[in-house]
């Protein structure tokens, strides 16, 4: 009996069926992985000693803040405490003192009576969505929210219905024939308050209310929002009555690794007995909750970072719009470029990469096809001057 092993065996069905799948792929879609090293403040060097530092305008570290001496010596304290890994989940032996404390530190300064932590941004997003939604709920969701939001509904068993981006005109519309024809049917609306690869927001106030009215559930995606954007950065969707459940990661401007939920008594307590993404996973390390907890106090000790980072994003949009360019949306840190052809957006990856600055081509299935990107990701740390060698790398639009 022919092996897997075997190089004289036929493929299998399965190996058959990924063989295509690969073949059809243009070679302007395929990725490759790209070890990258910290080299100084905002500062990445190629695995290579010899290659030359490229300037950050690519990663989430928005303020600056994972290669911060003080997240360094609280991970190092933790390690030395703790040990690298919790070793198991938190409902067996992987509890920790610091988890406990990350958890009300942020419940107290997002002002939501229970927040539970997740290894992953992604996990906490599927917990979150089957929480809300089963196979009886009807989900509105924003077209272009994260992929982690349409496997948790995928897997709810749920029904899923988008609208347009931001488009909460055409939300209300669809909130209100869906309230109509099942007036007890459980319904939830996803949302961002700040799109990885677009930079926008939603009217977030109106988008609460909207829920608030028609008696939806409503997930508010924070993760690129926390830390940057509303009241002292606690987010968009901070102190507004209608937001049901906050998810939010410390993979971004918290500089660390890791997610959680932020929710009220009830649904924190329905996770905390329910939720299978944090019931069977190992605890978050805690080397990454101390270092959450040591941001979080950067951030409550510094907001001069996020609004001189607010600031210096107006700037850049400004300039890119007086040099040509369509001007990138919203008011975060975050500047697409949209170019259009994967091809285009590639060769301007390059250029950039050839004058010292990183950045990153976005292309399908990311972004919808004919919308490829340049992906411009400002960050507290960037040095003076970096506006202008960006504007002379990439030339005329």
Known sequence: MATASDPTASPAPWEEALTADLRTLAPERRRQLRSLVPCGAASLRPADPAAP???????????????????????????????????????????????????QALAAWLGRPRVLLYPSGFQANLAAVQALADRHTLVLADRLIHHSLLVGVKASGARLQRFAHNDLSALAQRLERARGDAPSRRLLVLSESLFSMQGSSPDVPRLAELCRRHGAALLLDEAHALGVLGPGGRGLGHGLEGVSLISGTFGKAFGSGGAFLAADALLGDWLLQHSGPFRYTTALAPPLGAAALAALGAI??????????????????????????????????ILPLLVGSDQRALELQGALEQAGLLSVAIRPPTVPDGSARLRLVLRHDLPRGTLARLLAALGPP
């Open 300 to 333: 409550e000790a510094e907001p001069q970072r996020s609004a001189a980072l607010l600031e210096r994003a107006r700037r850049w949009r400004d300039q890119l719009e007086a040099a040509g360019w369509p001007r990138p949306p919203g008011e975060g840190p």
């Open 53 to 103: 530092a490229l300037l950050d305008l690519a990663s989430n570290d928005y303020l600056g803040l994972a290669c911060h001496p003080q997240l360094q010596r609280a991970a190092a304290a933790a390690i030395a405490r703790d040990g690298v890994g919790a070793g198991a989940s938190r409902l067996v032996s992987g509890d920790r003192p610091v988890h406990h404390q990350l958890e």
